[in-house]
């Protein structure tokens, strides 16, 4: 009796999770005409507005790597709202969607947006996600377009996607008169971390000013590790000698002599 019981019992939630199933699944498709609707809310969207109007969007973001032409026709969609006149808000939420479904068809428009004060953080933001060499390329374009913040903003993506590319305009930019400018490019050669990175780390560490002879210092040790890591042990080592002098810090000494220790494969 029991046994028929438990047969029946798994029957019918067999039954269930059949009917259950397709349910989640047409949930799970975006509705469209709700989609239209949240797109007319985003025209003037601003903070402090119910942001549940949206997620139609967010939900048609997620669901869209199943249909890759459902996916290009949402980025170009959303992309077509950032060279609209809509308020800061809808447009925050539209990078933050392209961070997502962004190709390099997204670029330009982000790209345009990266010499605006209000928008270039999460311009920035989605060009970091946006797979392929040309967002990064954008942003490379962009450094002698912006100043200050937005300078620094930039280097610290371009350190983000470690563009080897790079290394020359940022190489450029360490003896510049904007020293968090400076500080940022020494910190992203670091990161990148290629020989060619090592070389202008290592001229510039060597006559950095003193508010910035720290900064270049955690930078050469950055690109030596990544160096390090990247089996590179003579240039490595070269960097981390150049280090353990007496006029840097104990620290520095200290994370030079670890570094030393570590490419001779010791404790």
Known sequence: ??????????????LCLGCVLPCLAAAAAPDQAAVDKAFDALKTFQWGQERKTLIPIEEAV???????????????????????DAPR??????CRQLSYIGSAESVPVLAALLPDKDLSHMARFALERVPGAEAVKAMREALPKVDGQLKVGVINSLAVR??????????????????????????????????????ALEKFQKKAPEKLRLAAAD??????????????????????KSLTGPEQPKHVRLAATRGLLAAAGKK
């Open 162 to 199: 470690r563009d080897a590319e790079s290394v020359s305009a940022l190489a450029g930019l360490l003896e510049g008169s904007d020293q968090q400018v400076a500080a940022a490019a020494a910190a992203a050669l670091g990161a990148i971390g290629t020989p060619e990175a090592a070389q």
């Open 89 to 94: 808000a809808a447009k925050d939420f539209v």
């Open 1 to 14: 009796m029991f046994r028929s019981i438990s047969i029946l019992i798994a029957f019918t939630a067999v």
């Open 62 to 84: 997620m669901a869209s790597p199943k249909d890759a032409a459902a996916q290009k026709a949402l980025e170009a969609r959303l992309a077509a709202v950032l060279k609209t």
């Open 219 to 240: 930078a050469c040790l950055a690109c030596a590790d990544r160096l390090l890591a990247a089996g590179k042990k003579a240039e490595a080592m070269a960097i981390y």
